[in-house]
Nanobody, 120 residues
Framework: QVQLVESGGGLVQAGGSLRLSCAAS????????MGWYRQAPGKQRELVAT???????NYADSVKGRFTISMDNAKNTVYLQMNSLKPEDTAVYYC??????????????WGQGTQVTVSA
């Protein structure tokens, strides 16, 4: 079993910053990659950013230059630093991870989601 626990969401004014955290725990042998997705009301869930255990990153065009994803391998934790936030960044942000368990099985896990609201 693998659990993802997110924190750091909230309400911020446009132009402000927030930092999201997501900690993985459970029967983890190796974290292959972690990432953040978001879902705004009435819209499909979309990729925000991903990072591999080797540090390779990928960003949605809409957040490039404003958001930074990082990972602390020792803590099994991924972070999303969000700067220059815009009202259109308002969404529920979900942490995602692909993990190899201690039984050497691949597992994809999702966090419960954390609300980010950016006011104009």
């Amino acid at each position: 079993q693998v659990q993802l626990v997110e924190s750091g969401g909230g309400l911020v004014q446009a132009g402000g910053s927030l930092r999201l955290s997501c900690a993985a725990s459970g029967s983890i042998f190796k974290i292959n990659f972690m990432g953040w997705y978001r879902q705004a009301p009435g819209k499909q869930r979309e990729l925000v950013a991903t990072i591999t255990s080797a540090g390779s990153t990928n960003y949605a065009d809409s957040v490039k230059g404003r958001f930074t994803i990082s990972m602390d391998n020792a803590k099994n934790t991924v972070y999303l630093q969000m700067n220059s936030l815009k009202p259109e960044d308002t969404a529920v942000y979900y942490c995602n991870a692909e993990i190899t368990t201690t039984r050497f099985l691949p597992v994809a896990s999702w966090g419960q989601g954390t609300q980010v609201t950016v006011s104009a």
